[in-house]
């Protein structure tokens, strides 16, 4: 129904795909998961809000279109901007739990 555009759906996308092959690095060296920090969990929070939104803003008989559409992208780009910190701060901490590691043979 076009309500968000394809770059939004792709940018989401490849940042779970950029956390799973660093997840996939750790989990390669035993380690089963880092600390959910709440920027995530907020990131999470506002996109979950904004998609009803931005649904509700895109059915012209709700009578208040317009604000739940304006509500719902301020919702999805706050959101996508957290989300977007909250990788770098996943992907710092990968590299940092993997710099401590001991290096592994090559058998």
């Known amino acids: 129904r076009d309500v968000v555009p394809l770059w939004f759906v792709v940018l989401l996308?490849?940042?779970d795909a950029v956390l799973t092959v660093e997840?996939?690095?750790l989990k390669s060296r035993g380690i089963t998961g880092l600390p959910?920090?709440?920027i995530g969990k907020a990131a999470t929070f506002n996109l979950m809000i904004s998609f009803p939104?931005?649904?509700w803003g895109a059915?012209?008989?709700s009578g208040?279109?317009?604000l739940a559409r304006v509500a719902g992208w301020a919702f999805a780009l706050w959101g996508t901007g957290l989300y977007l910190y909250s990788a770098a701060l996943y992907i710092r901490q990968t590299r940092e739990v993997m710099s401590r590691l001991p290096a592994t043979s090559g058998a």
């Open 64 to 66: 208040i279109e317009e």
């Open 59 to 61: 059915d012209p008989q």
């Open 36 to 38: 959910v920090n709440f």
């Open 53 to 55: 939104l931005l649904l």
């Open 23 to 25: 997840m996939g690095r």
């Open 13 to 15: 996308v490849l940042r």
